[in-house]
C-alpha cells in the first residue's frame, strides 16, 4: 500500500471551531496522541465499517493554541461492504411492511414479487422479529392494558358459566405482565382432579408475549384446559409462583371448596422447578415424552451405537415403574449396571445428575391415573395456532379478542363433553381377563404386597424407536 501523502487544508483557531469542521467532513475520531507541541487527532471517515476501502484521513495538530489541519485521500464509498443482513432499501420496505401489520408470510410473498432473484427468508423474518420487539410497546399501551383487564376483573355470575373474565392481573410495563383469563366452567374443572398441567406457547401476539397454558386430564386421558395466562416471561420463576399461589385461591373462591395442587406436569423448565418451593406438598413431575427426547439428544455421548439402544430400552423400561420404592431399586441397579462398561461414563453422569437427582418423576407409578406426559396441553396449543391464530402473530388488542373466544369455545365444549371420573372398559374385558389368567404361568407372579403385583409382558422385546 502506498504511504499517505498529506496537504494542509484549514487551520482552527480553538478547539470549538475544530469540532465544526470534523462535523462537516463526515469523520469520526481514530487516533489521539500526546506530543510535546500540544496534541494530535487522526480522524477517519464515519462510515468505514460499511465502506472498508475509505482510506479518506484527517489529522489536527495542536501548535501554540491553534489546529493546523491536514488532509490525506478522497472518500470513496463505491463499494460497500458485504453481510449477511438485508440491503438498506429492502430492510427499510420490510421494517414499513411490519409496522402497517402485515404477517411474515404476506411480507415473504410481497418481497418475492419485488425482489424476485433473493433468497432471504431467514434474514426476513430476523427483520421483522427485530422490529416488533423495537415497537412492542407501542402496539397497545399499558393503561389500555389494565383498563381491558379492569372491564373484566368482576367474577360472572353464577348463571353465566362461559362468560370470561380475569380473576387476577399485574401490568406494570410490558417487561412486568401477568394477565389470567378464564371461565366460571373452566375453573369448575379443578373439583375434579388436583393435577395441574403447565406450558407455554409461542409466536402468537405481535409482540412476542409467551402464553402460559394450564390445565388436567380426566381419567380417559383427554386434557381439560382451565384457563390461560398472558405473560412477559415464560422463564422467570416469579411467573410461576404467580400460577401456583392464585389457581388454589382463585379455584377455591369459585367452586366454594378447598383445592390443592397435587402434582405439577411440565417440561423440564427451570422456572417450575425452581418454584415448587410455593407448594411444597406437590410433586414436580416430568413429562415422559420430553425426558426421553433429551436423552436421544445426548446420545452422542455414548460412542457405540448398539450400546446407545440398549441404554435406550434400559430407560424404557425403567420408566415402567409404578412405585416410588420399584423406581428408586430400578435405578440403582441400572446405574450399578452402566458404571460396569466406561463408555457409557459420561451418559451414566450426565443421566444420573439429571434425571434421577433433579427431575426424578417421569415413570409410570409416579402419579395415579394421569398421564405421564404432557402432550394432551402441547396438541391444544397446535390447535390454538392452526384454528384461532390462523398461525399468525395477532396484534396484543386482536388477541385477546380471539382469546376471549376461544376460552368460551372451551369453557362451551368442557361443559357438553364432561369430566370423565371412570375408566371406560369394553364390555368383553372381564371374560378376556378371565381366560388370560388361565392361560399364564402363576408361578411367574411376583407378589409384592396385598394389592401389588408384578407380572411379565407377554412381549420381552420393546421397540424404541
Excluded at 397497545?140 to 376483573?153: G, M, N, P, T
Excluded at 418454584?275 to 452422542?300: F, N, Y
Excluded at 439429571?354 to 396449543?381: H, K, M, R
Excluded at 395456532?385 to 396484534?395: D, G, V
Aim: proline share 3%; with cysteine; aromatic share 8%.
Amino acid at each position: 500500500m502506498a504511504p499517505r501523502l498529506w496537504h494542509e487544508c484549514s487551520t482552527c483557531n480553538t478547539e470549538n471551531d475544530l469540532k465544526v469542521f470534523v462535523r462537516e467532513k463526515n469523520i469520526c475520531t481514530h487516533r489521539t496522541e500526546e506530543l510535546r507541541s500540544g496534541v494530535s487527532i487522526t480522524y477517519k471517515c464515519s462510515e468505514y465499517r460499511e465502506y472498508p476501502q475509505c482510506r479518506y484521513q484527517l489529522k489536527a495538530k495542536q501548535l501554540d493554541g491553534k489546529f493546523t489541519v491536514f488532509e490525506s485521500e478522497l472518500h470513496d464509498h463505491s463499494q460497500r461492504q458485504e453481510n449477511n443482513r438485508l440491503k438498506s432499501p429492502i430492510r427499510a420496505a420490510v421494517q414499513e411492511m411490519t409496522h402497517t401489520g402485515l404477517t411474515q408470510g404476506q411480507i415473504r410473498k410481497a418481497v418475492s414479487v419485488l425482489h424476485p432473484n433473493l433468497s432471504i427468508d431467514t434474514k426476513i423474518k430476523n427483520v421483522v422479529q427485530y422490529t416488533r420487539q423495537q415497537t412492542r410497546t407501542q402496539i397497545i399501551s399499558v393503561d389500555d392494558l389494565q383498563l381491558w383487564c379492569k372491564e373484566r376483573i368482576n367474577c360472572s355470575p353464577a348463571d353465566q358459566l362461559h362468560q370470561v373474565f380475569v380473576p387476577f392481573y399485574e401490568v406494570k410495563d410490558i417487561d412486568n405482565i401477568f394477565v389470567r383469563i378464564t371461565t366460571r366452567q373452566l375453573l369448575s374443572t379443578t373439583k375434579c382432579s388436583s393435577v395441574l398441567a403447565v406450558d407455554c406457547t409461542y409466536k402468537v401476539a405481535w409482540n412476542n408475549l409467551p402464553i402460559l397454558i394450564f390445565g388436567t386430564s380426566d381419567y380417559k386421558r383427554h386434557f381439560h384446559p382451565i384457563g390461560l395466562c398472558l405473560v412477559s416471561s415464560d422463564e422467570a420463576a416469579s411467573t410461576y409462583k404467580t400460577l401456583f399461589q392464585g389457581v388454589p385461591t382463585w379455584a377455591s373462591n369459585i367452586n366454594q371448596q378447598t383445592y390443592l395442587i397435587s402434582h405439577v406436569m411440565g417440561d423440564g423448565a427451570a422456572g417450575i422447578t425452581s418454584t415448587m418451593s410455593v407448594i411444597p406438598r406437590s410433586r414436580r413431575l416430568m413429562c415422559w415424552a420430553h425426558m426421553i427426547r433429551k436423552c436421544r439428544e445426548h446420545r452422542k455421548l455414548i460412542p457405540n451405537e448398539q450400546k446407545r439402544l440398549n441404554v435406550e430400552k434400559d430407560i424404557v423400561n425403567l420408566q415402567l415403574c409404578f412405585q416410588d420404592n420399584l423406581f428408586s431399586q430400578a435405578a440403582s441397579l441400572l446405574l450399578g449396571k452402566w458404571s460396569l462398561d466406561n463408555q457409557l461414563d459420561r451418559f451414566r453422569t450426565y443421566f444420573e445428575g439429571q434425571w434421577i437427582n433433579d427431575l426424578s418423576f417421569w415413570y409410570e407409578g409416579a402419579v395415579c391415573l394421569a398421564p405421564s406426559t404432557n402432550n394432551g396441553l402441547e396438541s391444544l396449543n397446535g390447535k390454538i395456532k392452526q384454528s384461532y391464530t390462523m398461525r399468525n402473530k395477532l396484534s396484543l388488542a386482536t388477541f385477546l379478542q380471539t382469546a376471549e373466544r376461544m376460552l368460551r369455545d372451551w369453557s362451551t365444549k368442557s361443559a357438553t363433553d364432561g369430566f370423565a371420573h371412570t375408566i371406560h372398559f369394553e364390555s368383553d374385558l372381564e371374560s378376556k381377563a378371565h381366560q388370560w389368567s388361565q392361560k399364564i404361568d402363576q408361578s411367574q407372579i411376583i407378589r409384592l404386597s396385598n394389592t401389588g403385583y408384578v407380572i411379565p409382558t407377554t412381549n420381552s422385546t420393546m421397540n424404541t424407536n
